[in-house]
């Protein structure tokens, strides 16, 4: 009887998504104990380890995880991009992300929506429900959808990000900063759980990114300073996993995610510096303050992270690169990062040249970087023209990594189509899930 | 002109769109509706909008401006107001469905002081 009750019902699918968390990191704080809603729930569901996309932003990732396509498609390429025709960059938002979301196509189809704060979600866009924005969003009054949905965040306290420049003044009050916006985000999640009307629901925790990218030497080493209140904090995220289980009972399909590994810094590398040195890239003045004062005759200059761009004619303003000497370029420019060697140590930084070709495709493939540089472990690639330094180091302790991030299904075994399951696939999975028709043109493939 | 600002937003809505002459278009917002518009963003008369069957064939009137759910004062109303009154109406009245489908706004998410702040934020977690 309950069977059949169940197979009447409308499926319902929850996800928390856990910024930058890794899936041999999860195995590891399970295995020292530390985390036992996580072991009860991986001991008797399905674990993967997933990719990211690249670059290995947040933008980008949960743009593919959204849409259940490339960058070529949803048009996100990194958290600063280029303004068509100029090197002037901006801030990509939602505005720009050029495709249906999940929660736009479950809209579609009539189904309650409740997204709250998932990256590239600011400003917020109509869907059938609610949907809270994400730390892109400058204040509360404009992060929701529908916007009577700020006034009650107001009251209810919530804040939409950690503040980073603590971090970089008092790593302690970080901590308790990335503690209370934890608190306020579960408190609100909770409050819309309960409350509102949904067949979809996620919640997107922010704070696991932040804490890994000042404290993951803590991630590695238990004796670091910090390390209690590091692993302090996932006890909490652990706790608020066991919460939500409970709280959705066994109808609902629980889904766990995150959108990239990480690793730790060894140095924060500028690569348009080392550019310069090679003679690839040249600037007007001695001390550049924007790609604006670099010279005509550069052949290529990089947007952070690794995104190098051809100085090529008829498409940069100042662009001296004939079409016809465009792949010669980029043959250069490819072999002279993967010659880029630590200063200290002589280690190699580029582990890989990517062409955009290879990992791009569709309407807006026009706007990717020729090539995509991919660093070894703990080379952070930057793209400050300002720095006159190669690299250093500062506050930031963690990098984004690809290969390591992690996808959980409840009820339902994982059986990837390829042999990687990457980000992309999450989309036509949750839309399967929920008996809706997967979009054709999504890259990603359902793996349930 | 109002149609430069019109058709590529109902284009990236999949709505099929045929320009008749220079100021009339008809598209086919969904199975059961036809739009059909004046455009006379240059001229003091106000901008019809039907989004009922119509085979009017571009033919304006009196009982058309009547029966119209959407007026816009085009001697009032910028082309871009009333490219997005018209949108919005249009989703209002169903006939296009609000979720999704978007085309690139290239307004700005952010006044300059926001996006000063926005890339301050990111610059502190080393994203710019």
């Given at each position: 009887?309950?069977?059949v009750?169940?197979?009447?019902?409308?499926?319902?699918v929850?996800?928390?998504?856990?910024d930058?968390?890794?899936?041999?990191?999860?195995k590891?704080?399970?295995?020292?104990?530390?985390?036992?809603?996580?072991?009860?729930?991986f001991?008797?569901?399905?674990?993967?380890r997933m990719?990211?996309?690249?670059p290995?932003?947040?933008?980008?990732?949960?743009?593919s995880?959204?849409t259940?396509?490339?960058p070529?498609?949803?048009?996100?390429f990194?958290?600063?991009?280029?303004k068509?025709?100029?090197?002037?960059?901006?801030?990509?938002?939602?505005?720009?992300?050029?495709?249906?979301t999940?929660?736009?196509i479950?809209?579609?189809a009539?189904?309650?929506?409740?997204?709250?704060?998932?990256?590239?979600?600011?400003?917020?866009?109509?869907?059938?429900?609610?949907?809270?924005?994400?730390?892109?969003?400058?204040?509360?009054?404009k992060?929701?959808?529908?916007?009577?949905?700020?006034?009650?965040?107001?009251?209810?306290?919530?804040?939409?990000d950690?503040?980073a420049?603590?971090?970089?003044e008092n790593?302690?009050?970080?901590i308790?900063?990335?503690?209370?916006?934890?608190?306020?985000?579960?408190?609100?999640?909770?409050?819309?759980?309960?409350?509102?009307?949904?067949?979809?629901?996620?919640?997107?925790?922010?704070?696991?990114d932040?804490?890994?990218?000042?404290?993951?030497?803590?991630?590695?080493?238990?004796?670091?300073?910090?390390?209690?209140a590091?692993?302090?904090?996932?006890?909490?995220?652990?706790?608020?996993?066991?919460?939500?289980?409970?709280?959705?009972?066994?109808?609902?399909?629980?889904?766990?995610l995150?959108?990239?590994?990480f690793?730790?810094?060894?140095?924060?590398i500028?690569?348009n510096?080392?550019?310069?040195?090679?003679?690839?890239?040249?600037?007007?003045?001695a001390?550049?303050?924007?790609?604006?004062?670099?010279?005509?005759?550069?052949?290529?200059?990089?947007?952070?992270?690794?995104?190098?761009?051809?100085?090529l004619?008829?498409?940069?303003p100042?662009?001296?690169?004939?079409?016809?000497?465009?792949?010669?370029?980029?043959?250069k420019?490819?072999?002279?990062?993967?010659?880029c060697?630590?200063?200290?140590?002589?280690?190699?930084?580029?582990?890989?040249?990517?062409?955009?070709?290879d990992?791009?495709?569709?309407?807006?493939?026009s706007?990717?970087?020729?090539?995509i540089?991919?660093?070894?472990?703990?080379?952070?690639?930057?793209?400050?023209?300002?720095?006159l330094?190669?690299?250093e180091?500062?506050?930031?302790?963690?990098?984004h990594?690809?290969?390591d991030?992690?996808?959980?299904?409840?009820?339902?075994?994982?059986?990837?189509?390829?042999?990687?399951?990457?980000?992309?696939?999450?989309?036509?999975?949750?839309?399967?899930?929920?008996?809706?028709t997967?979009?054709?043109d999504?890259?990603?493939?359902?793996f349930? | 002109?109002?149609?430069?600002d019109?058709?590529?937003?109902?284009?990236?809505?999949?709505?099929?769109?045929?320009?008749?002459?220079?100021?009339?278009v008809?598209?086919?917002?969904?199975?059961?509706f036809?739009?059909s518009?004046?455009?006379?963003a240059?001229?003091q008369?106000?901008?019809?909008?039907?989004?009922r069957?119509?085979?009017?064939?571009?033919?304006f009137?009196?009982?058309?401006?009547?029966?119209?759910?959407?007026?816009?004062?085009?001697?009032?109303?910028?082309?871009?107001?009333?490219?997005?009154?018209?949108?919005?109406?249009?989703?209002?009245?169903?006939?296009?469905?609000?979720?999704?489908?978007r085309?690139?706004?290239?307004?700005?998410?952010?006044?300059?002081?926001?996006?000063?702040?926005?890339?301050?934020?990111?610059?502190?977690?080393?994203?710019?």
């Open positions: 009887m309950i069977n009750l169940r197979k009447n019902h409308s499926p319902r929850v996800v928390i998504s856990l930058g968390v890794p899936y041999s990191f999860i590891a704080r399970i295995a020292a104990g530390d985390l036992p809603n996580f072991k009860t729930l001991d008797n569901g399905s674990l993967r990719n990211s996309v690249q290995c932003a947040s933008s980008v990732a949960w743009a995880y959204m259940g396509k490339n070529g498609k949803h048009n996100i990194g958290f600063v991009d280029k068509p025709g100029t090197l002037e960059t901006f801030v990509p938002t939602s505005a720009n992300m050029m495709s249906d999940i929660g736009e479950m809209s579609r009539g189904k309650k929506v409740f997204v709250m704060n998932v990256p590239v979600t600011f400003p917020p866009r109509p869907v059938n429900g609610i949907l809270i924005g994400c730390f892109l969003g400058t204040g509360l009054e992060i929701a959808y529908p916007a009577q949905v700020s006034a009650e965040l107001k009251k209810m306290g919530y804040r939409i950690a503040s420049a603590i971090a970089r790593l302690s009050r970080f308790d900063e990335c503690n209370d916006v934890l608190n306020k985000r579960a408190e609100v999640m909770f409050h819309y759980l309960a409350q509102a009307s949904w067949d979809f629901f996620q919640c997107h925790i922010m704070e696991t932040r804490m890994n990218h000042f404290f993951w030497e803590c991630a590695e080493n238990q004796n670091a300073p910090y390390a209690k590091f692993v302090d904090f996932y006890k909490r995220v652990d706790d608020l996993i066991g919460v939500v289980e409970r709280k959705i009972g066994d109808e609902t399909e629980l889904i766990i995150s959108d990239h590994g690793c730790p810094i060894k140095k924060e500028y690569l510096r080392f550019l310069a040195a090679a003679g690839l890239l040249k600037f007007k003045t001390s550049p303050k924007s790609l604006n004062d670099m010279q005509a005759e550069s052949v290529a200059y990089s947007l952070i992270p690794g995104r190098i761009f051809i100085n004619q008829g498409r940069e100042q662009g001296t690169v004939a079409p016809e000497r465009y792949e010669e370029a980029r043959e420019v490819a072999r002279t990062l993967l010659e060697k630590a200063p200290d140590s002589g280690a190699p930084i580029i582990r890989d040249v990517i062409k955009r070709e990992v791009y495709h569709g309407e807006h493939f706007k990717a970087a020729d090539l540089a991919v660093p070894h472990d703990g080379y952070d690639l930057k793209g400050d023209v300002t720095k330094i190669f690299g180091n500062t506050a930031l302790t963690g990098m990594k690809f290969d991030a992690l996808i959980f299904v409840r009820q339902r075994e994982i059986k990837p189509v390829q042999e990687n399951l990457w980000i992309g696939d999450v989309a036509p999975t949750i839309l399967k899930l929920m008996n809706l997967v979009p054709a999504m890259d990603g493939a359902a349930v | 002109m109002i149609l430069d019109l058709v590529p937003q109902l284009k990236a809505r999949k709505c099929k769109v045929e320009i008749m002459d220079d100021a009339v008809r598209v086919e917002v969904n199975q059961n036809v739009l518009h004046r455009d006379c240059s001229s008369v106000p901008l019809v909008v039907t989004c069957q119509s085979n009017s064939g571009g033919a009137t009196i009982d058309t401006m009547n029966a119209a759910e959407i007026v816009c004062e085009a001697n009032r109303e910028t082309p871009d107001e009333c490219a997005q009154k018209i949108m919005r109406q249009l989703e209002q009245l169903g006939c296009l469905s609000p979720f999704g489908n085309i690139e706004n290239d307004r700005r998410a952010y006044s300059e002081a926001e996006e000063v702040l926005v890339t301050q934020r990111l610059a502190e977690l080393g994203y710019v």
